[in-house]
Nanobody, 111 residues
Framework: VQLQASGGGLVQAGGSLRLSCTASGMIFSTFNLGWFRQRPGEQRQLIAAITPRQMTTYADSVKGRFSISRDNAKSTLYLQMNNLRPEDTAVYYC??????WGQGTQVTVSS
């Protein structure tokens, strides 16, 4: 199983980014999926999750600004991030439960 995350970068506050996570070696549609982030000096934190039936949950810190989605035909997980804030600066990771992680992608939001 491999998860390949992409889409991070540098953006100004108020801007948007879309992260992607493409999977291989797994039956993508059957997995619970999530996006995590890790700020410097902090633990990795779940910020958005989606079930095989497209049910979604969000951390309070991103609710209303971020949107998680999945395209099972493309084996790809997305995170649309709008109205970004400097405190969203972190390394973002995708995960397929229970144990499969993508490599991180850096998101930096400048004020």
């Amino acid at each position: 199983v491999q998860l390949q995350a992409s889409g991070g970068g540098l953006v100004q506050a108020g801007g948007s980014l879309r992260l992607s996570c493409t999977a291989s070696g797994m039956i993508f549609s059957t997995f619970n999926l999530g996006w995590f982030r890790q700020r410097p000096g902090e633990q990795r934190q779940l910020i958005a999750a989606i079930t095989p039936r497209q049910m979604t949950t969000y951390a309070d810190s991103v609710k209303g600004r971020f949107s998680i989605s999945r395209d099972n035909a493309k084996s790809t997980l997305y995170l649309q991030m709008n109205n970004l804030r400097p405190e969203d600066t972190a390394v973002y990771y995708c995960k397929a439960d229970p144990i499969y992680w993508g490599q991180g992608t850096q998101v930096t939001v400048s004020s």
